[in-house]
């Protein structure tokens, strides 16, 4: 299933993380676990926010996926699914 992960970044621990220089490591690690089709990010609400659109396999993925951005930056997280226009194409096909 296509998955949004959108991490709200807490701003003093993710400037600790930048001053210290793990943060270049700490993201492409977390890319490289994910694998997104897509990344983007910005700031949203204030804080530093990362948006990344990925496929998950199983649910049980959930802890794997979010751990690092808890745990090195004390992130909020949200998994919503989403559909690409293929994805809506197919599913409105199947309203007829």
Known sequence: ???LL???LNTEK?????R???MPQLMQEALDNI???AAYFTVDGGVRTAYLFFDMQDSSQM???GEP?????DAKIE???VMNGEDLQKGLSQLR
């Open 1 to 3: 299933m296509r998955v």
């Open 35 to 37: 694998k997104p089709e």
């Open 6 to 8: 959108k991490a709200s």
């Open 79 to 81: 998994l919503t699914p």
């Open 20 to 22: 210290t220089g793990k």
């Open 14 to 18: 993710t400037n600790e993380v930048i």
């Open 63 to 65: 802890p794997v996926l």
């Open 69 to 73: 951005f808890f745990l090195d930056m």
